[in-house]
């Protein structure tokens, strides 16, 4: 299995929900590979069942898998370590403090493993407190850049900002997004974010000049009777990507 197609090298990636194997292979073809394809573990009730399903959209997407928690679940950390290290996806998702045992697992540095770290309602710091335990504490609010460098300890890749809000916590993204530039590390602007505003966000990463961008785009753009993200508007969030690297 290829471990690093072509959008490891990309500006920016899009992350967007797929409800089931077809579901991911329309989405993939609608931003023409440019997407990693989140699947939750929170959906499965144990580790074998989510391997079994996710080898599937791994074998029909070019491994486009991203293996995701559910709406940033710290409960779900230790099963996304385990599997992960099973399945070697292109991305993983984590809350902070499971970085370093994903990579531990992993055994690779390739794949793309983001740490989440949440707003605080003030430009420059961020709450690291995302884990299992330590999210049931008062917030860990520290400078962004001791964030950054710490996930860059545990073999991080990127910073999950979440929950966003879409452009409620502007300030204190356009400080991440800087801090984030300078240190040569990527982002993932995560929560709120729709057609309307996915520009907007999008920009603000390119302009501050981080390496690469994966904006995850969820429920915004997944039709509502049937669950599936629609391929339309990925192609269309596709269209708006091309138009900002142009």
């Known amino acids: 299995m290829q471990l690093k197609p072509n959008y490891l090298d990309d500006k920016i990636c899009l992350n967007v929900l797929a409800n089931s194997v077809e579901n991911a292979k329309e989405c993939y073809e609608a931003a023409e590979g440019h997407v990693v394809l989140g699947v939750l573990t929170k959906n499965y009730d144990r580790d074998e069942a989510a391997i079994e399903d996710m080898k599937k959209y791994q074998q029909e997407t070019n491994n486009a898998l991203s293996v995701g928690l559910g709406a940033g679940d710290p409960n779900q950390s230790e099963m996304v370590s385990r599997v992960s290290q099973v399945l070697q996806p292109q991305h993983v998702n984590q809350v902070f403090t499971g ?30 407190a995302t884990g299992p335990k330590s999210s049931q504490q008062p917030a860990a609010e520290v400078p962004v850049e001791t964030a950054i460098a710490l996930l860059q300890d545990m073999g991080g890749t990127s910073v999950k900002f979440f929950p966003m809000h879409g452009l409620e916590h502007e300030a204190e993204f356009k400080a991440v997004a800087q801090a984030c530039a300078a240190a040569g590390f990527n982002l ?35 039709d509502k009777s049937t669950g599936n993200t629609k391929p339309e508007d990925v192609k269309k969030l596709y269209e708006i990507v091309k138009n900002i690297l142009a």
Do not use: C, W
């Open 99 to 128: 970085v370093g045992t994903s990579r531990a697992l992993l055994g690779q540095s390739d794949t793309v493993v983001n740490g989440l770290m949440s707003p605080t309602g003030k430009a420059g710091f961020v709450n690291i």
């Open 188 to 222: 993932e602007p995560t929560g709120g974010i729709t057609l309307d505003n996915f520009e907007e966000i999008v920009r603000i990463a390119v302009d501050a000049g981080v390496n690469q961008i994966i904006p995850h785009v969820y429920s915004s753009i997944i």
